[in-house]
């Protein structure tokens, strides 16, 4: 039976970001599909004075997942892959449907044990003074978070050397013209942290060049895990990649996944 992979994106983000690996991942015998999330990709919204992902949250994200899963599952095992804050979609479904999932996969991503507050400031992240200079409207008011992602200019390069220290000024240019502008504020605190009762088999990929979820966050989310769950610990895997670039450069991550 051929395994499918179902990948989950981060914030901001939509289907598109996994598209090299789909296409690497199905050049190599296997099945492939990216999620959009809802208010993301084709669905992406703008509305007059408001936000597509205004009351959009973790139960609308594990509804629009495990539809997938559920339906990819008829045809054999499915793994189930995630990237920042795409790990908190993966915990979620995982936890709501055990049995559909082979395993689950965190590349570089959320995967929390305690409250999501208790990893704020566990290494230096390059990305968070920078989420100021990109807001483009008031969260509370909007219901949601709305960015304008830059092409030039301070804000640009700090994004630069947070999320693609690995590529080119136009490489980051060309992901940022595919993400969204708008992402949920919306997270189900307990639905997003590992449940005993969930035991599927977990893989953490570590991106050792990550500056945007730095890798000692990532190492605490697996060590936090393995300490809670010892009969079930994570498998470690280590990628040399920036936070995106593994998306953009995707022959390692598929070795790994195959």
Do not use: K
């Amino acid at each position: 039976m051929i395994t499918t992979f179902v990948l989950v994106p981060g914030a901001f983000c939509n289907g598109t970001a996994w598209s090299p690996l789909v296409r690497e991942l199905t050049l190599r015998g296997h099945r492939a599909l990216a999620v959009d999330l809802p208010g993301h990709g084709p669905t992406a919204r703008v509305p007059d004075g408001g936000s597509a992902l205004a009351g959009v949250g973790t139960a609308d994200d594990v509804a629009a997942v495990r539809a997938v899963v559920e339906r990819a599952a008829r045809n054999g095992p499915v793994v189930l892959v995630g990237t920042s804050r795409g790990g908190l979609t993966v915990t979620a479904t995982a936890n709501a449907v055990p049995d559909q999932l082979a395993r689950a996969v965190y590349v570089s991503a959320w995967c929390c044990t305690a409250p999501r507050t208790s990893y704020d400031g566990v290494g230096e992240s390059l990305l968070d003074p920078l989420l100021g200079g990109l807001l483009s409207a008031d969260p509370v008011a909007l219901g949601a978070l709305r960015v304008a992602w830059p092409t030039s200019g301070e804000v640009f390069d700090g994004l630069h050397r947070a999320l693609l220290a690995d590529g080119t000024p136009d490489e980051l240019r060309g992901y940022l013209a595919t993400m969204d502008t708008d992402e949920s504020l919306h997270i189900d605190e307990e639905a997003v942290r590992l449940r005993a009762g969930a035991a599927v088999p977990r893989t953490y990929v570590r991106l050792t060049g990550d500056r945007a979820l730095p890798l000692a966050r990532q190492d605490r989310f697996v060590a936090d895990a393995d300490a809670a769950f010892p009969d079930h610990p994570f498998t470690v895997h280590d990628l040399d990649s920036s936070h995106i670039g593994f998306q953009l450069r995707p022959e390692g991550l598929a070795d790994l996944l195959t």
